[in-house]
């Protein structure tokens, strides 16, 4: 630890001053990050503090003043794709991404744009990552910003003009890395992880020399086969707990764990902590595979929360959530520190909701298990033994029966990216949470692809819905999403609210007695803290997933959210039966909010729908179940499973070209449109699978173009 980042809590306040005072001359430094809970005004790192409580301690606008909360400002984003970023604002100033890694400045009082800056991604990126383009946030240090880009670059810029100061591709891009997680900045290192599981890749967090740009240590979190004398001791025990020669052979595609999105640190214990992510590919039974064939090993640090020292990336604890992982049950989840008083005795904890549904309470000194209980109905586990080990249901260890379950939560989660907050007040966590199963059925002989699609060794259209209309609103209609608040000393809700929905916006704490968040109703709300009375909304014209954040300026409190629909359910949901109530469309939007605000939005825009009309369906039984297999594994992820067309991207159905055998050809094959997103498929599809695409495309086009005419009437009555 260098001096400087020792900083003890007694001495938090006057550092704050002095923190403050020296920003003017350098920027955001160590004691100003330390000490980020004492700033009022600002909101320099992802978390507001480095302990990612996201609890703000502004309280003018609170549960008698909210009710005058109007729109200061607004700007309209130039895409119209996932928006998932908390901006950040330093001395008046608001910095925030978008999609395709973009970053703008502006005035947080005004909303005067001071600049923008476009990393140019290429378009094809597009088709490595599993979760929309999208972008979680920019670091500060001194006097500049971070960023990491979609294709896997770290960028350094210029806080005051948007220059680059110097960029440095953090991954291999031949393969299919990304990032959309905020970085974070200790001590002047810059700390990145990335993603990609779902498409083969081996996972790692880095550090970079926040100066030049220099990588400093790089901390993997799975081995590959490679572990000799001179690997690391934390990757010589995880190779214990793999099969070794499945990992290092050639058919191995990375075993996953991917750090791609939650942090946090300790600068008493200088710890920083870091989530996992799901195994590559999400069945261990071809991942870690025992004698007999089926899954065997826990497979280290997939789903952990891992601890490590920021200087060193040196590893010093972990907690395995979901040993053996095989349901996409990712730990990069949001983590909270905070200081609990836990059966009578003051604990420095570590909190987490990662995906498999069970909140997750730890000694974030030692790692040590303290308390787990589920948040949301699941059925992996029969519950977890006083180590912190969970007792599996064997029928949905699917790795291991080799036969399809239904398990609850699915690959959604019981929660997923959004973020978290705690209220110390209140000592509640409030999680968006979400209920959603899901048919995981084994695929026989399945072969992994580097080039193209999804590599999880399960059957994707196993669990496709049937063109019944009725059937599929009822299934629609078990797939929910809550406003939870949490007792983490407890492990019980305090109160729930229950959304039409799933894929909730993060969450926004403050000292005024409020919690923030927008939904899948188009609508941004604020809640009683203690109560979860709902005291606030606005029609906000689109779905809002991102995290709220608040600031001041010259003493007046601010509200800020980056609305838009978006993100992995978004793309692959139909839009129109989430909540019963007509489309969740994309405005991709800043909105900022004060006490006495009166800006007014546009009048939303009418969604203009393309006909169903598609050519008549003469293809073969089997080439159709051809292109429903090839459709399912390689173009469900991002238009929608079962081509029931996602309200974000295009809905094939309605393509101009599915008519037209060599237009479709020109896409899918040829790759015409790649500059936006849409590459060839021809490393991992023949001509003739391409055409059986289409005309599986055509055969749903018309099972659905029957069922069209009563869809509104079918909605509208819907109870
Ligand atoms: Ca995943």
């Not at 301690?57 to 003043?65: F, H, Q």
Request: glycine share 12%.
């Amino acid at each position: 630890m260098t001096i400087g980042t020792r900083i003890w809590a007694g001495t938090l306040l006057a550092l704050s001053a002095l923190g403050m005072a020296a920003c003017a001359q350098q920027g955001v430094a160590t004691d100003a990050l330390v000490s980020a809970d004492a700033d009022e005004a600002n909101w320099i790192t992802h978390g507001r503090t480095y302990s990612e409580q996201r609890f703000s301690p502004l309280r003018s606008i609170n549960a008698e003043t909210v009710g005058d909360l109007g729109l200061a400002w607004f700007a309209d984003m130039d895409t119209a794709r996932g928006q998932e970023a908390t901006p950040l604002v330093i001395d008046g100033k608001l910095y925030v991404t978008t999609a395709w890694s973009k970053v703008k400045a502006y005035d947080a009082a005004t909303g005067q744009p001071l600049w923008e800056y476009d990393p140019q991604v290429p378009g094809e990126t597009g088709v490595k990552v599993c979760c929309d383009v999208v972008n979680r946030g920019v670091a500060a240090w001194g006097d500049a910003l971070f960023l990491g880009t979609l294709d896997g670059r770290l960028v350094k810029l210029d806080r005051e003009t948007g220059a680059v100061e110097w960029e440095v591709v953090t991954v291999d891009q031949d393969r299919a890395y990304s990032i959309t997680g905020a970085p974070r900045v200790i001590d002047g290192k810059v700390i990145i992880g990335n993603g990609g599981a779902e498409f083969g890749v081996r996972g790692y967090i880095a550090a970079y020399d926040a100066q030049d740009g220099k990588e400093l240590w790089r901390f993997y979190t799975v081995p590959d086969g490679t572990e000799g004398d001179e690997a690391p001791q934390h990757l010589k025990a995880a190779a214990e707990t793999w099969n070794m020669e499945a990992l290092a052979s050639s058919d191995a595609i990375g075993g996953g764990g991917t750090v791609w999105d939650s942090m946090a640190y300790d600068p008493d214990l200088d710890l920083l902590y870091f989530g996992v992510g799901n195994g590559s590919p999400w069945n261990r039974a071809y991942r870690s595979p025992g004698e007999d064939g089926t899954g065997e090993g826990d497979n280290l640090y997939l789903s952990s929360i891992v601890a490590v020292r920021p200087d060193t990336g040196e590893y010093v604890w972990h907690y395995q959530t979901t040993p053996g992982e095989t349901w996409d049950y990712t730990a990069t989840q949001h983590i909270i520190l905070a200081d609990l008083e836990i059966e009578g005795t003051q604990r420095k904890v570590l909190m987490q909701a990662p995906k498999n549904g069970f909140f997750y309470v730890l000694d974030r000194e030692t790692g040590e298990f303290i308390s787990a209980r589920e948040y949301i109905p699941q059925n992996w586990a029969k519950g977890i033994d006083e180590n912190g080990r969970p007792i599996f249901n064997e029928e949905t260890r699917v790795d291991v029966t080799g036969k399809p379950a239904l398990v609850m939560p699915g690959p959604l989660g019981g929660h997923n990216w959004h973020p978290m907050a705690f209220h110390p007040g209140e000592g509640l966590v409030y999680i968006p949470a979400f209920e959603a199963a899901t048919v995981y059925a084994p695929e026989a002989d399945w072969k992994p692809d580097r080039a193209r699609g999804f590599n999880v060794g399960f059957d994707l259209g196993a669990g496709d819905l049937p063109p019944d209309l009725g059937i599929r609103r009822e299934v629609y209609g078990t797939v929910k999403g809550k406003l939870m608040a949490w007792d983490p000393v407890a492990q019980e809700p305090r109160w729930v609210v229950e959304h039409p929905g799933p894929w909730n916006g993060g969450i926004l704490a403050t000292a005024g007695g409020l919690i923030f968040q927008g939904n899948s109703s188009s609508e941004f709300a604020a809640y009683n803290a203690g109560t979860g009375e709902k005291v606030w909304s606005f029609a906000a014209q689109t779905g809002v997933v991102a995290p709220p954040m608040t600031y001041s300026v010259e003493g007046e409190q601010y509200i800020a959210v980056l609305a838009g629909w978006g993100g992995a359910y978004a793309i692959t949901a139909d839009g129109h039966l989430i909540n019963h109530q007509g489309p969740v469309r994309n405005v991709s939007r800043l909105l900022v909010f004060k006490l006495g605000g009166e800006a007014q939005l546009p009048p939303e825009r009418e969604l203009v729908s393309l006909p169903l009309d598609p050519p008549p369906s003469r293809a073969s039984a089997e080439t159709i179940a051809l292109g429903k297999e090839k459709y399912a594994r390689y173009c469900a992820v991002c238009h929608a499973p079962a081509a029931v067309g996602s309200t974000e991207l295009p809905d094939l159905r309605r393509s101009g070209t599915l008519g037209n055998a060599q237009s479709w050809k020109a896409v899918v094959y040829d790759g015409i449109l790649k500059d936006n997103g849409m590459v060839s498929f021809a490393p991992s599809l023949t001509e003739e699978e391409v055409q059986a695409i289409r005309a599986y495309v055509i055969q749903r086009a018309n099972e659905d173009k029957v069922l069209e005419a009563g869809k509104a009437v079918a909605l509208s009555t819907a109870p």
